[in-house]
């Protein structure tokens, strides 16, 4: 009786999906899209970010005050700098799926 027991709560958790590390490709940037598989691509409305695949910039640009007045020293090369990249066409993504498969975790891009 009590194999039966543990059994059934076995098979109940595993059904439920509580969460589980999926791997995808990003097809499609705007709207989001990201592939797990032949049968299942993700869509943005299912689809939480965190923080390390959302592009991250600095604007360098800046002024100098001199006696004669100000003047401008942007640099085209340098006036903005990409700290993080964010998620491109073909980026491999490791994910969390959570509630019960009904949304997806990007927690970082796989590099292979």
Do not use: C
Not at 34 to 59: C, G
Not at 69 to 78: C, H, Q
């Amino acid at each position: 009786m009590l194999q039966e027991v543990q059994k059934a709560i076995k098979n109940m958790a595993d059904s439920m999906k509580l969460t589980d590390l999926v791997y995808g490709e990003v097809t499609s940037i705007s709207p989001l899209k990201i592939k797990v598989d032949q049968k299942l691509e993700l869509t943005s409305s299912v689809i939480i970010l965190t923080s390390a695949v959302i592009e991250k910039k600095i604007n360098y640009s800046h002024t100098h005050g001199y006696s004669n007045g100000t003047t401008s020293t942007e640099s085209p090369d340098l006036s903005e700098v990409i700290i993080v990249e964010g998620l491109l066409i073909g980026d491999k993504v490791i994910m969390l799926r959570v509630e019960n498969g009904q949304k997806f975790i990007v927690l970082s891009k796989v590099v292979v």
